[in-house]
């Protein structure tokens, strides 16, 4: 099994699709040159320019247009860029590519991948540094998926291509140079968490790259003899409420993290699931871990500020055993 | 006037198509206003029919159309059913969209109509796309998107335009100027000399013509449309007319002068100068006549029936939103 890093394993996904399926292009700005994180270096010489497609800074024009193709038969996968970027054609996606396919009753589809890198990537301000994804989870219409992992950013992404819905593809900015063991035969299916570190005492439920961070906790957990299931989401429309569910009923205890703010965050939406469906199997109160309603800094240190770690999920984790007990 | 070489069987075919606009929109006022049949707002485009009418004459159902809110003309002279879309604007089963979205939301796939938008100016990057896709594929198809005045003075106007001359997409972009933006003169609202001259700024070649000359609109369609299939880059048309009705059927229109709708139509309703066309072509006025009886016939029998059709299954509302993660499976 070949390592990769978290960028390479994207691009082998849209090397082996586009080898397979002549309909599939990309577009976006910068791609001859390899995208602005290299994650298309090396496509344009084996795919041509039509197929890996530059486009003028007109993010509006970039997913309309690619909606457009992807009504007519082939299947695009849209480059943003950066997730705040994306706002620029927020009435593409929310008003029509989302939309469509009910709207005309069911004459259309809108099979594209609209890649949204997002999330804290060092000293990058407001601006260039969201993690939108809970919007998108609330749009009908769209799926929405958060890889974490090079494997993830592989199968995922082959899924997503091959998807007949729009599906708004996040990957974290901050970790295109993680490495990992890649199964290019391992399948993605969509709505299907990992469990990324069994465990019987309390329950970690994150996505992106802080499940990453939660496995860190995790590991630090295990040496205070505390035992700690890790979820990995993956995918947050649709989510796995099941094994959520299934792992709470193990457990007893229930901390969700995720690096967006806290507010209105899609951790909101787990927990009130796990409260409707299960709130009779908890034993302890639940943790939910997101930003503070606030921006994000340039200065490193008030970025910190923002910032979940795995130290407070660790805390988070203690909170929740010791009122129980 | 001469008509030395008129196409006389075009000329007969524009009239019918206008008059079938005409004779649509009218029942679906009345639907709207008399019946409450249409709950919805619809979007007349009474005394723009000739912008339909011309264009689509030069296009096969291969070819793509693109649209806005104010889309029945356009998608009727695609090639819909009048029935499938007045079933539509009643919500009703059997419509184009299965009553899902109702008369801003018309399409028609099998005929190349990929959607009316309640969006201003939103198609105008979504069919440079599908004529990205025409290209990427290698078809000879070409796309027609269609917008109104008020559209260019939105940003997708310069992203979509910018962007089938940067890729030289097989596309026409139709200005469809009725002088109105929702419920305000679009002159007061617009720097510069306007749509045409936007185009030009783009390196687009433009052509202007009077929006009420069907017969005029027919010739630069086609001329335009050869030279897209030849793979000629694209071109922008400004079609002048004018907006008899307010921006809703229900709207009075109570801001512009008293006179102004009355006058235009006396002037240049569009019908009303093609049936001159054809009597001076020697078309009888019994023929001309029985353009219209045909076409009223065919859309007040169409209104009957769609009124009698039921409306959609409830379980249509959660029906075609997405494979995965389907809310028909669960709300949440």
Redesign the interface.
Known sequence: MPKLTYRDASLAAIQHSMRDDSTVWCVGEDLGRGGVFGQYKGLREEFGDARISDAPISEAAIMGAAFGAAMIGTRPIVEMRFSDFALCATDELVNQIAKARFMFGGQSRAPMVIRKPMGLWRSSAAQHSQSLESWYAHIPGLVVVCPGTPQDNYSMLMAAIACDDPVVYLEHKGIWDIEGEVDFSKKYEFGKAEIRREGTDVTIVSWSNTANLAVEAANALSGQGVSAEVIDLRSLWPWDKEAVLKSVAKTGHLVVAHESVAVGGFGAEIVATVAEKAGHTLKGPVRRLGAPRSLVSYAPNLEDMLRVTSEMMVTAAQETLKKAS | MTFAGHNFERGRSLLEMMERIRAFEEQACLAAERDQLVLGAIHPSIGQEAVAAGIMYNLTTED?L?STHRGHGHTLAKGASSLAMMRELLGREG???????GSM?I???DVGM??A???VG?N???????????K??GDDRIVVDIFGDGAINR??FL??M??AV?FKLPILFVCEDNQYSATTKTSSMTAGDGAAARATSLGMRSTTVDGNDVELIADTAADIASRLRAGGPPEFLHAKTYRRTGHTSFDPATYRPANEAAEEEKRSDPIKRQRAVLEAAGMSEADIQSLHENAQKEMIDVLKEAAETPFPTNETAF???????S?AVEA?
Request: glycine residues 20%.
């Open positions: 793509i693109l419509g184009c969209c299965g009553g899902k979205g939301h399409a028609d796939f990929l959607g938008n309640g969006v939103a105008i990057t979504i069919a440079a796309g599908a004529a990205h896709a025409i990427l594929l940003g997708p992203e979509g910018n962007w940067v029906k075609d939103v997405q494979d995965i993660g809310p949440y």
